[in-house]
């Protein structure tokens, strides 16, 4: 029996090796995405991200941008054209002891009206922390956007693929994805805001 086998391996050497490569690619593929996550420390830091909203009319006619002022997150709050589209940008925090993704609310002027002067709100931040306005992370985390591409070898024959981008965090190779909820998972941009300290402003 032993014998049996090992001639049909020496006869079919090439299509045993044509049908263990493609699982030792993907053994190996694993394992390499697998070891950032073993090796890297998880992310250290919260982190402050502004997205945009959908288009629509019947939000407030105001446009909302955030800024970082002496370790201070500002929202400056301005009037928009009657005939403008609304898209209320939204403040959201990463919370990196859970990987939980949060909105922080604050209130509008719906007072405001056309012509009338920007103004200046600032937002508290949890445990009065200081925001540091940075792309990266002290740790070395970093966000990042990724194009997602879905329909494996069927789409690509038929042209059936889908494509989306994720917002990650990324340091040497680990990847911690930000997961908005619907429906800012879906909007672009979301950019960066700044990282939070690990002490009050201050400090």
Known sequence: MRQGAGRFLR???????????????????????????????????????RAGGP?????????VDFSVV?????????????????QLASLFLFEHDTFNV?????ELPLDLKEG??????VIDMPGGRRVMPQAKAPDGYEMDTRTQRGGGLVGDIFGMNRYGQENVLVSRGRLVPLNLPSPYRYQLPVSVVGWLANEPVGK
Do not use: C
């Open 102 to 106: 949060r909105e922080i609310r604050f």
């Open 11 to 49: 006869d079919n050497a090439f299509l045993v090796a044509a049908m263990a490569l493609p699982a030792l690619v993907v053994l190996l593929f694993v394992v390499a995405s697998a070891v950032p996550r073993w090796t890297v420390p998880p992310p250290a830091y919260d982190l402050l991200l």
């Open 70 to 86: 002496d370790g201070r997150v500002e929202a400056t709050v301005r009037a928009l054209k009657s005939d403008a589209f609304p």
């Open 116 to 121: 009338d002067p920007a103004r200046k709100i």
């Open 55 to 63: 288009y629509d009319v019947s939000l407030p006619h105001l446009a």
